[in-house]
């Protein structure tokens, strides 16, 4: 199947699963397949309850470039309209949930990416250190310092244990992402074993998934650097 569908992914049981009968079983995703066979596959967490249609159309163009890309509806399992974090071990369930439909379909481990914007970047950072992935992306991840809630450290303390090469992508002007907190990212991803790069660019046109054309050519360079990270090290 090619195009972009909707399906659900299986979560993976838990030990106390009997003692918790009303637990969610599976996660919806969005899914947009190649037209030629897949090279591998992304995953992407976006912390917005809508998929806006910039966000879409990153997942196609990622698509266009042979990755099958699932998007987890983190937000299906929140009631609240109002609620707009989804950070925590749910979200890495929806991840492994994810992780796992794309390897039931015979994408190997290691060719599998992921991609979060703002704390599911924080996310997505997380991730690289302690799942097989071949690569990951965050946009404007904030936690670096000081953790957020549910996470457990802050970026620099774990900087060192990323096990996928890593990029980051950070606006110069952003509140939630200080220079100096970025600067001390760089620093300290530079001492993992992997491969990294951290990237700032001025003002807050960097989100590859926000309808803001005001600087265009730095949201093309974002998008570009993101499908070159991927294509580099998804192999």
Do not use: C
Not at 4 to 19: E, K, N
Not at 142 to 148: A, S
Not at 156 to 173: K, T, V
Not at 176 to 199: F, G, Q, Y
């Amino acid at each position: 199947m090619s195009g972009t569908f909707d399906d659900v992914a299986p979560l993976r049981p838990q030990d106390d699963a009997a003692a918790d009968p009303a637990r969610r079983t599976s996660v919806p995703i969005t899914v947009v397949e190649p037209e030629r066979a897949a090279r591998g596959g992304i995953i992407v967490l976006h912390e917005s309850r809508e998929f806006p249609p910039r966000l879409l159309d990153l997942m196609r163009a990622l698509a266009f470039e042979g990755w099958i890309v699932i998007a987890p509806h983190l937000f299906d399992r929140i009631a609240d309209d109002q609620a707009h974090d989804v950070f925590g071990e749910e979200l890495f369930d929806d991840f492994d949930a994810g992780f796992d439909w794309l390897t039931h379909r015979g994408v190997f481990p290691d060719t599998i990416g992921v991609l979060g914007f703002d704390s599911a970047g924080t996310a997505a950072f997380l991730v690289a250190t302690n799942r097989p992935i071949g690569a990951a992306v965050s946009v404007a991840a904030p936690g670096i310092t000081t953790p957020l809630p549910d996470q457990n450290a802050a970026l620099i303390d774990i900087a060192a244990d990323l096990q996928a090469p890593w990029l980051g992508l950070f606006g110069a002007d952003d509140p939630a992402t200080p220079a100096e907190a970025v600067e001390s990212l760089r620093e300290a991803t530079a001492k993992a074993d992997v491969a990294s790069l951290t990237v700032t660019y001025p003002g807050l046109s960097h989100r590859a998934d926000v309808d803001d054309d005001t600087v265009a050519a730095i949201r093309i360079d974002s998008q570009t650097r993101i499908y070159d990270w991927f294509d580099s090290n998804l192999r």
